[in-house]
């Protein structure tokens, strides 16, 4: 079974950088993509940036392209990685992270696995 488990969030200040770690605690899942997301209270989720497993390939939201955030990888470990700097208030976040074990997922952008998510709280 496939359990994706996201760490590394908590409470920062302004301007600091985090990095979010994701992977599968049952290590059952081989992904074909990986991509994480957020969701602001009282907003709807939001897409941030996902990775192709084979080749490393990325693709961020274009609403976030200023914030030179980074998404990668680890194919031993099977692990995807979020690293944030500059953070604001307005990142503020339940941040997610979800996979697809297919290509025909992935480049539907169809993720059936999902974590339950870590808190990001950023204070100024």
């Known amino acids: 079974q496939v359990r994706l488990v996201e760490s590394g969030g908590g409470l920062v200040r302004t301007g600091d950088s985090l990095t979010l770690s994701c992977a599968d605690s049952?290590?059952?899942?081989?992904?074909?993509?990986m991509s994480w997301w957020r969701q602001a209270p009282g907003k709807e989720r939001e897409f941030i940036a996902t990775?192709?497993?084979?080749?490393?390939?990325?693709?961020y939201s274009g609403s976030l392209s200023d914030r030179h955030w980074v998404i990668s990888r680890d194919t031993d470990k099977n692990a995807v990685f979020l690293r944030m700097d500059a953070l604001r208030l307005e990142d503020t976040a339940v941040y997610y992270c979800?996979?697809?074990?297919?290509?025909?997922?992935?480049?539907?952008?169809?993720?059936?696995?999902w974590g339950h998510g870590t808190q990001v709280t950023v204070s100024s």
């Open positions: 049952g290590r059952t899942f081989s992904p074909y993509g």
């Open positions: 979800a996979g697809a074990s297919s290509a025909e997922d992935y480049f539907s952008s169809r993720y059936p696995y």
């Open positions: 990775i192709h497993w084979p080749g490393g390939g990325t693709r």
